[in-house]
């Protein structure tokens, strides 16, 4: 028998809802969270949204929001009514730690087993692009020669001439 959204968990059916609005639409940082109901009924068809599907866009799978009762880890609050997929780096509530982040594998219809190879890569690039970004580390990067000519111990001494 084939793997259906409705024999999914709601936390997933979330997951992949997001997952094809970023992959869809790689330019957005997030979706509003009405965006995010609107992609899950699309792909709910006729069934229609599952009971619970709203709630666990809004609080359930929040990393960073206090777990209520959901404790997973799959989406941020970007800003006040939007949401991203969480990834590698990203803060979370303390109670979260350890949650699941993303579905698991074996529990996914065939025809959204791509979103995690996708998922991967959209990950890893984000923390690329976090180290690359960052101000502190450009600094790190910045110094690399600015003792080249001199031992950095005899510009500190010599900076410090006369200061007595």
């Not at 409705?6 to 009405?34: G, M």
């Not at 709203?54 to 209520?68: F, W």
């Not at 594998?105 to 960052?134: F, H, T, V």
Request: with cysteine; hydrophobic share 30%.
């Amino acid at each position: 028998m084939p793997k259906t959204l409705t024999s999914l968990k709601v936390a997933d059916e979330v997951w992949i809802a997001v997952a094809l609005l970023h992959r869809e639409h790689p330019e957005r940082q997030d979706f509003t969270i009405e965006e995010i109901k609107e992609r899950a009924s699309r792909e709910a068809g006729r069934k229609g949204l599952r009971p619970g599907v709203y709630q666990h866009i809004v609080q359930h799978c929040v990393a960073n929001r206090p777990p209520s009762p959901g404790r997973y880890r799959m989406l941020v609050e970007s800003a006040p009514g939007r949401r991203r997929l969480f990834r590698t780096g990203d803060t979370y509530h303390r109670a979260r730690d350890g949650a699941k982040t993303t579905p698991d594998p074996q529990s996914l219809p065939s025809e959204y087993a791509s979103l995690l190879n996708w998922y991967r890569g959209w990950s890893q690039d984000a923390i690329e692009d976090r180290i690359k970004n960052d101000p502190l580390l450009a600094l790190r990067e910045l110094s690399q020669g600015l003792w080249a000519d001199e031992d950095p111990d005899e510009y500190v001494r010599r900076l410090r001439e006369g200061w007595e």
